[in-house]
């Protein structure tokens, strides 16, 4: 491999690529030989980043997973909180084409999940990960007697959109789902004085990525 070779570049662009054929045609279409041939190499470009599928799955979980840490500070800097919590709940709303692609790989995983174990670690990761962010960012609106429910209702949401989405793209084009998305939070025991009114001027800009 030559020097000159950017190694996270490479395998930024290996995880990107896999990540689009599981949007495509779903985890078990997820082979090395296949992802060579995305890419337009041999198999020796797979594997000298990742050595097998298992490598490989849990590389995109950690990538995305460190996208995110790097993406959301970035994307919520001196927001009040409930801007914040607005802007992540965008955040991993499917409002684009790239980011509908992404989640549709999630949902044509969901019938791997019990038999892989690569996909389980996926699962089990994400799902931490975006509880994390919606309590973090809940935090600040909610008493702690309320946060484990709210975290649940906001998961449940973002779940619910990301299938709809899924199964009829069509009927859910990204202002149908800012609209509910704002009901939602207007609907909410929120505590902070702005909380009756979600902000709608500032939108979001993301990679691609899986909410799962």
């Known amino acids: ?30 082979t090395l030989r296949r ?14 980043f990742f050595p097998d599928r298992e490598h490989l ?8 997973i460190a996208s995110y840490d790097e993406e959301i500070p970035a994307l919520e800097r001196d927001a009040p909180p409930l801007e914040r919590l607005h802007l992540l709940l965008q955040w991993m ?5 790239e980011s509908q692609l992404a989640e549709q790989g999630r949902v044509f995983m969901v019938s791997q999940r019990a038999a892989n174990e690569d996909v389980r670690h996926f699962y089990d990761a994400m799902d931490r990960k975006m509880r994390d962010l919606l309590r973090e960012h809940l935090k600040p609106l909610v008493p702690p007697s309320k946060l484990d429910v709210t975290v649940d209702t906001l ?11 899924t199964e009829h793209p069509g009927a859910w084009p990204a202002a149908r789902q800012r609209k509910l998305l704002n009901h939602l939070l207007n609907s909410l025991d929120l505590r902070h004085s ?19």
């Open 57 to 64: 799955f849990r590389a995109i979980t950690d990538r995305l």
């Open 35 to 48: 992802l060579a041939d995305e890419l337009g190499g041999s198999q020796t470009l797979i594997t000298h």
């Open 1 to 30: 491999m030559p020097r000159h070779i950017d190694r996270a570049r490479r395998e930024s662009d290996i995880t990107n690529a896999a990540i689009g054929i599981l949007a495509k045609h779903g985890p078990a279409a997820l």
């Open 93 to 97: 709303l499917p409002l684009d084409a």
């Open 194 to 212: 702005d909380a009756a009114h979600p902000p709608g001027g500032r939108t979001r800009e993301r990679k691609s990525k899986i909410s799962a």
């Open 155 to 165: 998961r449940v949401f973002v779940n619910g959109v990301v299938l709809s989405t």
